[in-house]
């Protein structure tokens, strides 16, 4: 097929799938209900771990037993690059919609099989053999999510408005924390004694997750492909790792950006819960309200901040948080050592959370800024992948490792370090425009 023809197939190719304003809502929406139930599922474990700790790991103290939940979750995030490779180079060849589908499902195996897990006293050393496994599988849906999502998200957001558009992504990401929570909340609270949730009841929430990534799977069967997979589709070269590493600059970046975020993100969305129990010395029930309130908190700032990256750009909101954490986080972490109060926790929590926001509401939409349409999905997911399983995933088996030796201030200077490797980044990315996306 000569080049003339090539582009009139394209043309043709995007011309038969046009993008309305409501197709633009409905696929935001697919997209981003799919994102918020894959992340569900994905942090029911960590919401739950204070009452399923002891069915897996039963001997040691609840430090001892969190460390080894722990350590099982971020094993899970060594996935996370193969599911990045894989979804991105199907989203790149076959289409973003199939990708997201495929990891949706993937994902609901994964929580069906912990729901149905026996644990240690029944079958023994088999119950975490057996979580892990399941976790390895739900890392490898995730690995695909973040990136497919993305790359969909910013392809279909109109130009001028991507920061707000592409800012959801991180607002389910955050909702499908806040309803792993809320439905702790309930089981706390309203329907179930804590000990009935250490006995049996911690196994709702994967139930419920498995259940509702079956209802994503039938509302993405409706989303539109974006106009610029159309046209890079109907070019005969394809993609893939080759193509990614021809701009080395651009996949580096992925990574320096995602290092000091990820853990930023990590340590003040999903660590705080247990920092606030087993450190602070508040309840379980105090420390899962404080989780919940923080994490509406930060929910409702995405899209505002997003809204302002299209104003005055998105360099400029990276670099404040790269300064922001980099200078701020051991004094914040140092006040909130010294606090016994849950508002003043909740208070400098919430402070800390709207620095982060400065990243989580456009990393996704800046990266993949960076990318050709032909390997973007690939080039977001892989680095940012890589990156979340060394960096994220292990941030709280470092915090509370920190603890168990005695010196858990060093955990806030490791915040910081990491913080500087993304302003770093951050200085050195381009001053104009929206780059490869226009």
Avoid at 18 to 30: C, E, H, Q, S, W
Avoid at 108 to 128: E, F, M, Q
Avoid at 396 to 425: D, K, N, Q
Wanted: proline share 3%; aromatic share 10%; glycine share 10%.
């Amino acid at each position: 097929m000569d080049t003339a023809a090539r582009h009139d197939l394209s043309r043709d190719a995007s011309a038969a799938v046009p993008l309305t304003n409501l197709d633009r809502v409905r696929g935001i929406f697919a997209g981003s209900a799919g994102n918020l139930i894959e992340y569900y599922d994905w942090y029911v474990y960590s919401a739950f771990a204070l009452y399923f700790a002891h069915a897996f790991f039963p001997s040691g103290s609840q430090t001892a037993q969190l460390l080894q939940t722990t350590a099982v979750f971020a094993v899970g995030f060594l996935m996370r690059p193969i599911g990045g490779w894989l979804m991105g180079v199907v989203a790149d060849r076959h289409g973003r919609r199939l990708a997201l589908s495929v990891s949706i499902v993937v994902m609901c195996a994964g929580s069906l099989v912990i729901a149905l897990c026996p644990d240690y006293g029944h079958i023994g050393v088999a119950a975490p053999v057996i979580l892990l496994l399941a976790r390895l599988v739900q890392g490898l849906s995730l690995g695909g999510e973040y990136g497919a999502s993305a790359t969909y998200l910013s392809e279909i957001a109109p130009p001028g408005r991507r920061g707000f558009f592409v800012s959801f992504q991180y607002v389910t990401l955050v909702a499908g924390q806040l309803v792993a929570l809320l439905v702790l909340l309930v089981l706390q609270f309203v329907l179930l004694t804590p000990a009935q949730i250490g006995a049996w009841g911690w196994r709702v929430p994967f139930f419920i997750g498995a259940l509702l990534a079956l209802l994503t799977l039938w509302l993405r069967r409706g989303m539109h492909e974006s106009e610029q997979f159309t046209q890079a589709h109907a070019d005969e070269s394809r993609g893939g790792i080759r193509l990614m590493l021809r701009d080395p600059t651009a996949s580096l970046r992925v990574c320096g950006l995602t290092l000091g975020g990820t853990v930023a993100f990590y340590t003040y969305t999903i660590y705080m819960q247990k920092y606030l129990a087993n450190s602070l010395g508040l309840t379980r029930e105090s420390s899962t309200l404080i989780s919940t309130g923080t994490l509406i908190v930060f929910a409702m700032l995405q899209p505002l901040i997003g809204a302002l990256s299209d104003r005055v750009g998105r360099r400029r909101l990276l670099i404040a948080f790269g300064i922001g954490v980099t200078l701020g986080n051991v004094p914040l972490m140092h006040v909130l050592a010294a606090t016994h109060s849950a508002w003043a926790a909740f208070g400098l929590i919430c402070a800390a959370l709207a620095v982060v926001s400065l990243y989580t509401s456009i990393n996704a939409v800046v990266k993949a800024e960076l990318f050709p349409a032909r390997v973007r999905a690939l080039g977001v997911a892989l680095p940012y992948a890589l990156t979340v399983s060394v960096f994220g995933g292990t941030a709280e088996y470092i915090a509370l490792w920190c603890r168990s030796i005695g010196h858990e201030g060093w955990f806030a200077w490791y915040v910081s370090a990491c913080a500087l490797v993304t302003l770093l980044t951050a200085l050195t990315l381009p001053r104009e425009g929206e780059g490869q996306l226009d």
